[in-house]
């Protein structure tokens, strides 16, 4: 199991290390059976303390914050307590992008003609090397026959997305409960107060404002404002919805994960674009992407960013049952080097290299992952749900898949064996 890089010193200091795994976590996710008072119990304290308990749909969490002479017997005798379901590390997450695409310089003269994995006409150009006509998502043409659906809602599970942003103030999935509610009530009961814009489960406040850019990045792929300046988004008209998970540097934990998870299922988003990644197999993730899945939500996740096979060594989230596994392809039609692949666990691939779009504090910068080409594809399927409202997240699957346009350099990148195609997705052909 590969390491990831982790980019808070702050997560380190406190993560745990156990002989058992090679991840770095901090404390112990545990899922408590229904009813338990396994919360009370004395003989905790032996263990360690209890935090962030977190209720969802799909059962009640919590992190245990271990002593310091917690050991792999101590993990085993946790494990039979016949009051818990099962506990498991309490994994580190981070993002899902290339190192050193995020301090590009912001182009100031930013238009759509550089937006090559939109249109790619060879030259889009200048700035970037090798384009190739054609090697795109082929959206204009998709635009013709729509350019998305206000009804659509996409839960950006990130670093938070900067909801102030001339190009995205307007595709925020405002809660309008609580904006016409009072300050400090749950107005629209859905158990978190004033949450206007979104939620922030790093800090636990309403304010899921991105301070660190990469959220922001995607929401703009999905949905930069059509309005003449700057970048356009693969759908015109759209409802975001920002989840902050990550901190502002860009780091997470599975407990604040499936709690995003959770809110985004209450919040009823159609689609959750997930750009992140670490930590081995866990139940509780795999729990609430199911969750998601039985709601009927498509669940999207980059399949990573160390050039490696997939199916051979799994990434988390991607390779979880029901997600839609993306990998990256270049301007010039070819698999990023950086990216994942896998013809049997990574579906699909959209453009992550050299991806210009909007950025914290309302600016633009470019960016390369397959951090990029997730949100790209969640755009796809936003466009296909606004014309076929009714699909099931298989059906959104297989759809994307079977409709990619196949190309000889993208044959073992995913099972598509070619690039996400939205006219084709949205044409059936
Ligand atoms: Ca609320
Ligand atoms: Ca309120
Ligand atoms: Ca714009």
């Known amino acids: 199991m590969k390491l990831k890089l982790i980019v808070s010193s702050l997560v380190f200091s406190s993560a745990f290390f156990s002989t058992a795994y090679a991840t770095p976590f901090n404390g112990y996710i545990v899922k408590v059976k229904k009813g338990s008072n396994f919360f009370n119990q004395k003989s905790l304290s032996q263990f360690g303390s209890v935090s962030k308990v977190t209720n969802t749909s799909f059962g009640t969490f919590a992190r245990l914050e271990t002593n310091k002479g917690f050991t792999d017997k101590s993990f085993a005798l946790m494990a039979k307590n016949s009051e818990i379901e099962y506990i498991e590390p309490n ?11 995020e301090e590009a310089p912001a182009p100031k003269d930013t238009n759509f003609k550089k937006q090559w994995g939109m249109k790619n006409d060879g030259k889009n150009g200048s700035i970037f090397s090798s384009g190739i006509a054609g090697e795109d998502i082929n959206v204009l043409r998709a635009w013709n026959i729509t350019k998305g659906n ?46 206007i814009y979104g939620y922030n489960f790093s800090a636990k ?90 709601a009927g939500i498509v669940f999207v996740a980059a399949a990573g960013n160390e050039s490696a096979n997939n199916d051979r060594t799994a990434s988390f989230p991607a390779n979880y049952p029901n997600v839609i596994s993306v990998g990256s392809f270049t301007s010039a039609g070819a698999k990023s080097s950086f990216s994942n692949y896998g013809v049997k666990s990574v579906h699909v691939t959209a453009p992550g290299s050299n991806i210009l779009s909007t950025y914290k504090r309302g600016g633009y910068t470019t960016m390369s992952g397959t ?8 755009g796809v399927i936003g466009l296909l749900l606004s014309q076929e409202p009714n699909l099931t997240p298989a059906q959104v699957k297989e759809r994307l898949i079977s409709t990619s346009t196949k190309t000889s350099k993208l044959q073992t990148a995913s099972l598509s064996g070619g690039r996400v195609d939205a006219f084709k997705a949205l044409s059936n052909n």
């Open 91 to 101: 994994y580190i997450i981070t993002l899902d992008k290339v190192a050193g695409g």
């Open 150 to 195: 206000k009804a659509v809602k996409i839960a950006v599970i990130d670093t938070g997305v900067d909801y102030t942003h001339p190009e995205l103030k307007d595709q925020i999935m405002v809660n309008e409960a609580e904006l016409n509610g009072k300050p400090g009530v749950d107005d629209d009961g859905d158990g978190y107060i004033d949450d």
């Open 205 to 294: 406040t309403a304010d899921p404002q991105d301070g660190h850019g990469h959220g922001t990045h995607c929401a703009g792929v999905i949905g930069a404002s059509h309005n003449g300046a700057g970048v356009a988004g693969v759908m015109a008209n759209v409802s975001i919805l920002p989840i902050k998970f990550l901190s502002d540097e860009g780091s997470g934990e599975t407990i604040d994960a499936i709690a995003a998870i959770d809110y985004g299922i209450k919040r009823g988003v159609n689609v959750m674009s997930n750009s992140w990644g670490g930590g081995e197999e866990e139940q509780s993730l795999k729990d609430a992407i199911q969750a998601a899945t039985d």
């Open 371 to 378: 951090s990029m080409a997730t949100p790209h594809v969640a």
